[in-house]
């Protein structure tokens, strides 16, 4: 690539930087398209890769598909939220597992022993898992637009109505739904809500 090409500061072309960031819009209306499950395991090649506290990677995805399935999690979600989940190919039922020390003999080989620390600490546990999740949920955003698909994540929610449907025998807990389809135009019919520039939002000491 050439340095030519580079956005002004950044590592990456404009084009780039408009797929992921600036063109990249909240979707409210969806593609007919298929979003494959080879597609979503790909973009989780991606968001494996994002860092977490001692690699510990709790965040957990429950792929909502068929009909069946829809119609289980819809009745859960807030009533303005409730179409927009009926109508979208596809629905990820973003979560994290409490239980990921059980994990951490293969994920942090160089710490022997922490999964046995960590089971003895349950609610140290629940925290360093949700806080690293929703790490991971911005970078699944971000691998979902690098796939050429379109999001619209929601929290609007009865998260305790998903747990149980969903994960009663697994443990995991709910975080967000992320409606997913195939990005072939804005997906939204408002126009771009403004943002804070960068003299508004970083203070240097």
């Known amino acids: 690539m ?10 990456i072309d404009d084009a780039t930087a408009d797929l992921l960031f600036r063109e990249a819009r909240t979707i409210r209306e969806y593609s007919d398209a298929e979003v494959t499950d080879a597609q979503i395991a790909a973009v989780y090649d991606l968001v494996k890769m994002a860092p977490t506290a001692m690699n510990t990677q709790p965040l957990r995805l429950l792929s909502v598909r ?36 059980r ?24 925290e360093m898992a949700r ?16 796939a050429g698909l379109s999001t619209g994540p929601m929290n609007g929610m009865d998260f305790a109505g998903v747990d149980a449907e969903f994960f009663s025998e697994n443990g995991w807990r709910s975080l967000l739904v992320v409606n997913v389809a195939v990005a072939d135009g804005p997906g939204t ?6 943002r804070l520039d960068a003299a508004q939002a970083i203070s240097t000491i």
Request: charged residues 20%.
């Open 2 to 11: 050439s340095i030519d090409t580079l956005t002004h500061d950044l590592a």
């Open 66 to 101: 068929s009909p069946e399935a829809r119609e289980r999690l819809v009745p859960h979600m807030a009533e303005g939220n409730q179409a927009r989940v009926s109508a979208a190919p596809l629905s990820l039922v973003v979560a994290y597992d409490p239980a990921f020390h």
């Open 103 to 126: 994990h951490m003999d293969t994920l942090f080989p160089q710490v022997p022993g922490m999964g046995d620390k960590f089971a003895e600490m349950p609610e140290v546990r629940e």
């Open 131 to 146: 806080t690293n999740a929703l790490l991971q949920a911005g970078y699944l955003i971000l691998a979902l637009r690098a």
């Open 189 to 194: 019919p408002h126009p771009r809500t403004p």
